[in-house]
């Protein structure tokens, strides 16, 4: 018997939402299709339909009218590629549809009654939850042995462009552009960095969800003016031992908040959800 082909939505038609569409419509991620493109903001998602060839989705900007659509009606998969914001207002709804749903926002999920609350709604409704690793490795070895983890901490380091416009700058004081050398900036657990960073520590949140979670995971925010690549480095230990990842990631050409690793992370996920073959690690 042959594989299903799955029916696609995406919200957000920004860098992920973009490479995510381009990727199904090579046919790079097989059996998918297209169906809906949700941007707030029209000329965004008339861009991306403009460059599909063998995809025609509808577009909305609307919600409400999106979720009332043959279109989503048809769908299997939503794909969130917003904000954070986004998957709080819109979640529950899409997966209280009995959609499954691709979370790239990963730190809406920081709150912990809003992840039950959405957990529960899926299971009722036999909808799936989807979180992609995103830009940084080792994850299936920190979720084998989350049960036996004393400590976890993450360091992140970075241009100061991928980090404009974080909430962070407008109660520090500190002045992103100012720093002229490699300046240790934010100390703290991953459930505070994940709101004064939204955008850009998303590895914070799913090193949590795979670990010991929000409160005891340990971030440390580096400012890097002379670096043109995002790191993350990884380190756990407990009784099984230690583990140590170090990735260096190059940042989307188009989006400097963006690691590439994260576009790639994002296609993979969602070609192994459509994809009947081999699945490695999941």
């Known amino acids: ?50 460059r599909l060839r063998n995809n025609n989705p509808r577009i909305f900007t609307d919600f409400e009218e999106f979720i ?4 989503f009606r048809d769908a299997d998969i939503i794909v969130e590629s917003a904000s954070q914001d986004a998957i709080k207002r819109f979640g529950k709804k ?24 959405l957990l529960d709604i899926a299971s009722h409704n036999s909808a ?20 036996l983890l004393d400590s976890v901490s993450l360091t992140t ?34 459930a505070d960095a994940v709101k004064k960073f939204p955008t850009n520590v998303n590895v914070a949140a799913i090193l949590s969800l795979a670990g010991i979670g929000l409160e005891k995971t340990k971030v440390k925010i580096i400012v890097d003016p ?23 990631n190059l940042p989307s050409t188009t989006n400097p908040k963006t690691s590439f690793l994260a576009i790639l992370s994002a296609i993979e996920c969602l070609r192994s959800v459509c994809d009947d073959g081999i699945r490695i690690g999941t």
Request: with cysteine; proline share 4%.
């Open 1 to 50: 018997m042959g594989t299903v082909s799955k029916v696609i939505g995406i919200i957000g038609c920004g860098t992920i939402g973009t490479e995510l569409a381009l990727a199904i419509d090579s046919g790079r991620v097989k059996n998918a299709s297209v169906v809906a493109l949700f941007d707030w903001v029209n000329q965004v998602a008339l861009s991306l339909q403009y």
């Open 68 to 71: 009332s659509s043959p279109s």
């Open 94 to 117: 899409i997966v209280e549809n009995g959609k499954s749903l691709i979370v790239m926002s990963v730190g809406a999920l920081a709150d912990p009654h809003f992840l039950s609350e």
């Open 128 to 147: 799936r939850i989807y979180v992609p690793t995103g830009a940084i490795a080792g994850i299936d070895a920190v979720r084998s042995v989350k049960h």
């Open 157 to 190: 380091t970075k241009n100061p462009k991928a980090l404009v416009d974080a909430p962070f700058f407008d109660i520090s004081g500190i002045d992103l552009f100012a720093i002229t050398k490699k300046t240790l900036i934010y100390e703290g657990p991953a």
């Open 226 to 248: 002379y670096t043109s690549i995002n790191q993350h480095e990884i380190n756990a230990s407990g009784k099984f031992g230690e583990i140590t990842v170090s990735v260096r």
